[in-house]
């Protein structure tokens, strides 16, 4: 079975920094492309940022641009999203995505992809 478990969200004030954790296990990591996705009450999950297998390739939806990063380690089976200067419209339940997909430019997901179960940030005013 495949196991997606994201940490370190938390509650921080407008401008402070999280870093968002998630360790995969019961697939073959090096091999996945991997995304962070973001969902508010009501809305639908959107792409934040995703990771190729070999790192070649990064996505970052407009609005994070220069303030979040992407990154991963094989060897420990673990992606991470260092978020700076973080804003009140960060605010939301952030998943993280085992199997994500590019489409064009852009990054999604597949009926197959893998998700954790969400960690809550929340950036006060």
């Known amino acids: 079975q495949v196991q997606v478990m994201e940490s370190g969200g938390g509650l921080v004030v407008a401008g402070g920094s999280l870093n968002l954790s998630c360790k995969v296990t019961g697939l073959r990591f090096g091999g996945q492309n991997l995304g962070w996705f973001r969902q508010i009450s009501g809305d639908e999950r959107e792409a934040v940022s995703c990771i190729n297998w070999n790192s070649a390739r990064t996505y970052y939806v407009d609005s994070v641009k220069g303030r979040f990063t992407i990154s991963r380690d094989n060897d420990k089976s673990t992606l991470y999203l260092q978020m700076n200067s973080l804003r009140p419209e960060d605010t939301a339940v952030y998943f993280c995505?085992?199997?994500?997909?590019?489409?064009?430019?852009?990054?999604?997901?597949?009926?197959?992809?893998?998700w954790g179960q969400g960690t809550q940030v929340t950036v006060s005013a």
């Open positions: 995505a085992a199997g994500a997909r590019y489409l064009g430019d852009q990054c999604s997901y597949f009926s197959s992809t893998a």
